[in-house]
């Protein structure tokens, strides 16, 4: 971390479009230093997916074009062959996605599906493997023994999925990882659970993490900066503090202002995530 | 497990020991004609009567099941994984490849089976034996019944493709391979069930009308097609019911496969 | 199952009480038929759509029917008897080569129109069917060498005819000739038959109508035919044929198969005949071609004389024809069935069924037994498949039995079914068999009409078509046979010849015949004056005088 902010982790400037129809991103900019949390707002249809699909290789090649660079590791990932991305994807960014349910195989165990996700990165033995999912699920604050292991998606509670989910990401200890919208659909108790373990995650491994959220308040409380984006493109950046004192952008503030709050004096502006 | 499913699987375990105990509870065989005792009703030495050549049909129905219960699944497990690999594999991948895939189903759906069928029994040697014969008319079964259900494993297989769990395992870096067999194949397990027991009863009639053909089990030697065919000049069903034995044990074994297999399906959804 | 005898035969009786029984007898039926004749119509089915209403373009069954209803011809062959009768012909003659008939022809006889016949006509008839540009198949038979045909019209009822070659059985053809009219505006819709066409409806029926004009009375002197109409309905099906039967909309069905004879039989054993052995035989014939794409040893053991006949020996007729056809056909000797009462070889002895004789003799031979299974002097195990159409029922069961049958000698058969199409490449075309079971349809009781199957040269020579030259000296005799009695004036001398072809089949088994089949019919009650034979027409070749009541 001693030349943490002298070189970014990952630095990011890229078009996207969609063959036939206007882009979905325009020259869109931004950085992650490692070991930090930023945050992407914007409203659903902002290109907020196809951003981290374009990081992770995943965007449909023959139906999309991308222009720009992302360099990650000395390394521009537009730049990589599909098997270099798939060395990268799990082990250096993990992506965390929305649902915890449908992100899940239904027809598989828990123990298959974490031992699936740790032998695409990794030959050692059966008992490395065990290790690695025992650390993993203890990181998510998950029992690790075999009855858990041996159940499937749909005998667990949405909150537990989204913590397997989680452990998956984590299980090769990435530099980055990707949530997008990873809270979204849960509960607000469960919610700020797993936003809490994204915090904690964040401070005892180190992990970068690129937090994609429709929801400016439930990023406030995890993340380093926050960048939003708009119709396309990235209108304002800055720290969370910054943002949230003083937002420049004329859709920032919308956003702000769309903020729920508990008013605790008068003229003091508090936001939201400070509430919980 | 239910009453039912307890009933089930006694008929076919029942069925099973009787078929494999045949040459002890039948020894006659098969094959044996009395000739002078044709087209009999039931009787202490013809449990089921005999056949218009008089051959004992309770033989003919153990002997019989051995045949079709042991080829006619292998033929359904056949089509049935050549149906996941075609169809599955051509949905997840999807584009040009489900195009060709498609295309190739509907060629082969709209070809003319009959010709080809033909062809097939001018190419096999005349000198066959029954058993080789059955077993050659399975595989065309199985090479050839795969094709509706292709399609529907095409179309979900699509819809798996783009499924968020199947992106959740290619963002953990699974390869393509792992990815079909780990994650697309177990969801198409319903429709493959489907297909398979489908094409059982399907293809136990089937290798009876290929027998026009010169496909299918040849004589002396018994199929459960060929005993079913027995029924085709009946005239009325009171008359002579032993005859109906080999379509009874066809319902019950067909059901109770299907009454255990409904199980395994809900435990697997 | 016996023969239904229907003759009335009563030796005991005096001359005197036969003829006042007769008197008597004839009293009834005089009562009777008054009564019956009264709209009197018989329905039964075509199974297919006739092609042509024109008798000299004859070629299938619907218009052959047609033709026998309607046509007039100068010589009829009784189906009962198989004698030549006389028609429009009171007498005939042919010289002593064979070249020439000529008749004395009836006076006094119209066309269903009412125009006079005469010889005339006969001359025209003659023309036209012997005219090369109408193809008519029906002339085929007369076409024994190139040249015109001559005819002589000496009178009004006296004519002649010369062709340029001596035809075989030259008379018995003429039953097949029905007679046009040269003058009549209605062309051959004017005919001299029993019944004339009414009404067509294609797809439908023909209905056909009593000729007022018909020359023929009964032996009371009453005009024939009996019969308003004759009501035929087109229909392929023959299952829809026996439920339209049994619901008595039909009153015939002329030829049944075994099974559905027993159904029938089951339910109303009155209308069911059983006439006896058919002249259609079954038989099994082994692959002698030389080139055929089957293992040397294999024709080896097909060509050879001994092992035919060693197989034919060990093949259990009866039991062919008691389990597979019921009892209805009988265990066939050879070409010709016994019911072909004159050209039958009376002489030849029924094939023995004897395993142990055929081992024996296959034995002689060179082959042996060992553990059950046989083999040839090379050690070879006598395997070989048997061929048949897939869907005749009853080939399939013949072929099974044999299967059992040979299993005893030790020789392993694999019985396959093809579908029709297949079978007759495999047996014309590729000659990629071993043995075929076929039946062969015979409707003409002349040998004459069987040279096609046993000449060698011919295609139709089954176990070993288009030889150049006989390749067996039994062929060549057989070749020599035929040819000798297909120019043989002499009724006899032709009768010697084809009872030697007879004996010579009998001898090498090339093929071997394994059953003929009963001619089954079925006649309503309703009918009256029915004596089913084995010849075709089976039910209606009395049609002039069959009667129905009740309707």
Redesign the interface.
């Known amino acids: 971390m001693a030349d943490g902010h002298t070189q970014p982790l990952l630095s990011a400037q890229i078009s996207v479009c969609y063959a036939g129809k206007p882009p979905v991103l325009r020259d869109v900019k931004f950085e992650i230093q490692r070991g930090e949390v930023l945050g992407l707002v914007g409203q659903s249809g902002s290109g907020k997916s196809t951003l981290a699909m374009s990081i992770l290789g995943l965007l449909d090649k023959k139906h999309s074009h991308i222009e720009g660079e992302i360099d990650f590791h000395d390394s521009d990932l537009l730049k990589l062959s599909e098997r270099e991305l798939r060395a990268l994807r799990g082990r250096a960014i993990a992506l965390v996605l929305q649902s915890p349910l449908s992100s899940l195989n239904p027809a598989l165990k828990i123990r298959t599906q974490l031992k699936e996700a740790w032998r695409a990165h990794a030959s050692g033995s059966g008992e490395d493997c065990i290790h690695a999912m025992r650390t993993a699920l203890q990181n998510v604050s998950l029992p690790a023994d075999d009855d858990f292991l041996r159940k499937y998606p749909s005998q667990m509670s949405v909150g537990q999925a989204q913590r397997v989910l989680i452990a998956m990401a984590i299980l090769h200890r990435p530099a980055l990882l990707i949530a997008d919208e990873a809270t979204s659909a849960l509960d607000v108790i469960t919610q700020s659970e797993i936003l809490s373990l994204f915090r904690e995650l964040n401070r005892s491994t180190g992990m970068a993490i690129l937090y994609i959220s429709h929801d400016l308040a439930s990023v406030a409380g995890i993340c380093d900066r926050i960048a939003i984006l708009h119709q396309g493109a990235i209108v304002e950046c800055g720290t969370t503090q910054q943002i949230f004192d003083d937002p420049h952008h004329e859709y920032t503030q919308k956003l702000m202002a769309a903020i729920p709050r508990i008013q605790s004096s008068a003229g003091n502006k508090t936001h939201a995530a400070t509430a919980r | 497990m239910s009453l039912w499913q307890k009933l089930a699987c006694a008929a076919l375990v029942l069925v099973v020991l009787a078929s494999f105990a045949a040459n002890w509870l039948a020894p006659a065989g098969y094959?044996h004609?009395y000739?002078e005792a044709?087209d009999a009703p039931p009787s202490r030495t013809h449990w089921l009567g005999t056949d218009?050549?008089?051959r004992d049909r309770f033989a003919r129905v153990l002997y019989g099941t051995r045949i079709s219960l042991l080829l006619a699944p292998a033929a359904a497990l056949l089509s049935t994984l050549l149906a996941a690999l075609i169809g599955g594999i051509a949905g997840y991948l999807g584009?040009a490849w489900k195009r060709a895939a498609m295309a190739v189903t509907d060629l082969f759906l709209s070809l003319p089976w009959l010709f080809l069928l033909?062809t097939a029994?001018?190419l096999l040697p005349?000198?066959?034996?029954?058993l080789v014969s059955v077993m050659v008319t399975f595989l065309l079964l199985g090479l050839l019944g795969w094709t509706s259900a292709a399609r529907v494993l095409c179309a979900s297989a699509a819809l798996l493709r783009g499924?968020?769990?199947v992106?959740?395992?290619?963002?953990?870096?699974?390869?393509g391979r792992?990815l079909f067999w780990?994650?697309v194949l177990?969801?198409l397990?319903p429709v493959l069930f489907a297909q398979f027991w489908i094409s059982i009863p399907v293809f136990i009639l089937s290798e009876a009308n290929l027998?026009?053909?010169?496909l299918g089990v040849?004589?002396?030697m018994p199929s459960w097609g060929s005993l079913l065919k027995e029924l085709e000049?009946l005239?009325s069903v009171g008359e002579e019911p032993w005859k109906f034995v080999p379509l009874i044990l066809l319902v019950i074994v067909v059901t109770s496969f299907q009454i255990l297999l409904s199980r395994q399906q809900e435990v697997?959804a | 199952m016996k023969r239904h005898n229907r003759q009335f035969r009563c030796p005991a009786l005096s001359a005197p009480t036969a003829k006042a029984l007769a008197v008597l007898v004839f009293c009834l039926v005089s009562i009777c038929t008054r009564s019956l004749a009264q709209g009197g119509g018989l329905r039964f089915c075509l199974h297919a759509e006739p092609k042509t209403f024109d008798p000299l373009k004859v070629d299938d069954d619907a218009s052959g029917a047609i033709r026998y209803l309607t046509g007039g011809v100068l010589v009829r062959e009784n189906r009962q008897t198989q004698q030549l009768e006389p028609g429009l012909a009171l007498s005939w003659k042919v010289s002593s080569d064979g070249r020439e008939i000529s008749f004395r022809l009836r006076s006094g006889v119209s066309f269903s129109d009412g125009t006079p016949f005469s010889a005339e006509d006969v001359a025209y008839t003659v023309q036209q069917l012997m005219d090369p540009a109408l193809h008519s198949p029906t002339g085929d038979v007369f076409r024994s060498g190139a040249g015109s045909v001559e005819t002589k019209v000496i009178s009004q009822t006296q004519i002649s005819i010369r062709f340029p070659a001596p035809v075989a059985g030259l008379a018995a053809l003429f039953d097949q000739v029905a007679i046009m009219s040269v003058r009549s505006p209605k062309k051959e819709m004017a005919v001299l038959g029993p019944f004339m066409v009414g009404d067509y409806k294609p797809g439908s029926s023909v209905v056909l109508n009593r000729n007022p004009y018909y020359w023929k009375t009964d032996a009371q002197g009453r005009k024939l035919p009996y019969l308003d109409s004759i009501h035929l309905d087109i229909q392929p099906n023959r299952d829809v044929e026996l439920l339209r039967f049994k619901r008595e909309e039909l009153d015939l069905i002329n030829s049944l198969d075994s099974e559905y004879f027993d159904k029938v039989s089951a339910s109303s054993p009155q209308v069911v005949h059983d006439a006896g052995p058919s002249l259609d035989s079954e038989q099994l014939w082994f692959n002698q071609v030389a080139k055929a794409p089957i293992p040397g040893y294999k024709r080896n053991w097909f060509r050879s004389t001994a092992f035919r006949r060693a197989i034919s020996q060990a093949i259990n007729r009866d039991d062919l024809s008691r389990v597979v056809y019921h009892g209805h056909a009988q265990p066939a000797l050879g070409p010709f069935s016994p019911a072909n009462k004159f050209w039958f070889n009376a002489n030849l002895k029924p094939q023995i069924y004897s395993p142990e004789t055929a081992l024996k003799a296959l034995q002689g031979e060179g082959f042996r037994m060992e553990n059950g299974t046989l083999k040839d002097k090379e050690g070879n195990e006598v395997v070989f498949s048997i061929i048949t159409n897939a869907g005749n029922k009853q080939r399939e069961h013949m072929a099974v039995l044999i299967q059992d049958d040979l299993q005893k000698i030790g020789i392993h058969v694999n019985v396959v079914t093809l579908d029709f199409p297949s079978l007759i490449e495999r047996m014309t075309q590729t000659f990629d068999y071993e043995a075929i079971i076929l039946g062969l349809t015979n409707v003409d009781l002349d040998p004459n009409n069987e040279m096609n199957v046993w000449l060698s040269s011919s295609e139709n020579h089954q176990w070993n078509p288009s030889q150049k030259t006989p390749e067996t000296e039994w062929e060549a005799e057989i070749d020599r046979l035929m040819r000798e009695q297909a120019s043989a004036a002499d009724l006899n001398k032709r009768k010697e010849a084809f009872d030697r072809v007879q004996e010579i089949v009998a001898e090498q088994q090339p093929f071997i015949f394994l059953i003929n089949k009963n001619a089954l019919s079925a006649v309503s009650t309703s009918v009256r004056g029915a004596a089913p034979v084995i010849l075709w027409p089976q039910t209606y070749w009395n049609a002039e005088s069959l009667m129905v009541a009740g309707k």
């Open positions: 094959a004609q000739r044709t218009e050549l008089g584009g033909i029994r001018a005349l000198n066959v034996s029954p499924s968020d769990f992106r959740q395992a290619r963002a953990a870096g699974i390869n792992r780990m994650h177990p969801n397990k027998g026009i053909l010169g040849a004589e002396p000049g005239v697997a």
